[in-house]
């Protein structure tokens, strides 16, 4: 039901692309901001720097990360709600830098998504909410992306 497509900023920029968000801490060598298109670059839903740090150096697992993450994003709930204003409006690109997308944090970020819209439709009753729910339990059940 929701459209949220992963893509790297390097990557050429669609029509189709519909809200631009480019989900990095860090701005991405050699791009020129009025190039990108970007709808925003929000960073709060990015991991924090330590984070991204270790997982980079393998200091930690992937499990890990994962279930830091997901920590981190739970101890600020209002960081998705922007996220999930634009998916409910039509598509939403998540933008990165990274090279290989499905190893970044974009695939857990995409997932945290489509729950909590998910959960918000089913409690929702005709109202419209954007809320950011932690997924923690489906990390530390090994489910996850």
Known sequence: ????QLKRIY???SPDDGARVLVDRLWPRGKRRET????DWYRDASPSPPLRRQWHQKEITDRDFFLRYCRELDRNRN?????????RQGRLT???ASRDLERSHLPVLREMLLEALAEEDDEADGRV???SPCFARQFASGNHP
């Open 94 to 96: 998540l933008l990165s």
């Open 129 to 131: 909410f954007a809320s």
């Open 1 to 4: 039901m929701y459209d949220i």
């Open 11 to 13: 990557a050429d920029i």
């Open 36 to 39: 990108l298109q970007l709808t």
């Open 79 to 87: 960081s998705l709600v922007p996220l999930l204003r634009w998916c």
